[in-house]
């Protein structure tokens, strides 16, 4: 199994502009997440989903849009990008219904806003 | 919600002592606590978890202690070495009903020679 897989690895963009990061996990896992961790800090969750078709807001929503068409890919969107969302992104899964509850990140993706 | 505090923000041992990092959480009915460990540049990894029906967990150098009634545990990192160097998040979830995992604020952990 690859886990949780994240692309891509770095990206710069500029104010305004909108890009998708990529999110696929291979573990069949029923929860998925978005977290945002600035230089320094904490994780922040963004949005989250519990299976296909279903999705909700987190801590720090604003600016950013989601979707889970699949039980694999959960992309994040950002529709106009601001130098406030220059942070490192990772994405998250846990759990099959019932099974163990260990949470498990991707590699990351690095996004700065200039 | 549930929330989480973790102490101390910064930890600073000698190679060889051991370090303690404090947790704190506030929703009772919370039933699995992960610790993370995440080095510089790199994803946070899972290093231990407990479930709230066991006090006491060890693996090898690290252990978990999980007390309900104070709603507080604790990662204990004995004989530390320079690799053990990283943040460290404590975590806390009610599996089944809730769906986030909440995070302390981290600890930096700093392994001196």
């Known amino acids: 199994n690859a886990g949780v897989t994240q692309t891509p690895k770095f990206r710069i963009l500029k104010i305004g502009q909108s890009m998708t990061l990529q999110c696929t996990q291979d573990m069949n896992h029923n929860y998925m997440y978005w977290y945002r961790q600035d230089p320094g800090m904490g994780l922040k969750l963004i949005y989250y989903s519990v299976g296909a078709g279903i999705t909700d807001k987190g801590e720090v929503p604003n600016g950013y849009n989601v979707s889970r068409s699949t039980t694999e890919d959960f992309p994040l969107r950002l529709e106009l990008a601001a130098p406030s969302q220059t942070s490192v992104y990772f994405c998250?899964?846990?759990?099959?219904?019932?099974?163990?509850?260990?949470?498990?990140f991707g590699p990351g993706t690095r996004l700065t806003v200039l | 919600g549930e929330n989480v505090e973790q102490h101390p923000s910064t930890l600073s041992v000698q190679e060889g002592d051991s370090a303690v990092i404090k947790c704190t959480y506030s929703d009772s009915a919370s039933n699995y606590f992960p610790w993370y460990k995440q080095e510089l540049g790199k994803r946070p990894q899972l290093i231990i978890d407990i479930r709230s029906n066991v006090g006491e967990k060890k693996d090898q150098r690290i252990a978990v202690t999980l007390n309900k009634t104070a709603k507080h545990f604790s990662l204990h990192i004995t004989e530390t070495q320079p690799e053990d160097s990283a943040v460290y998040f404590c975590a806390a979830i009610l599996t089944g009903g809730g769906n986030k995992l909440t995070f302390g604020t981290g600890t930096q952990l700093k392994v001196e020679l």
């Open positions: 998250a899964s846990r759990g099959l219904a019932g099974g163990p509850d260990t949470q498990y």
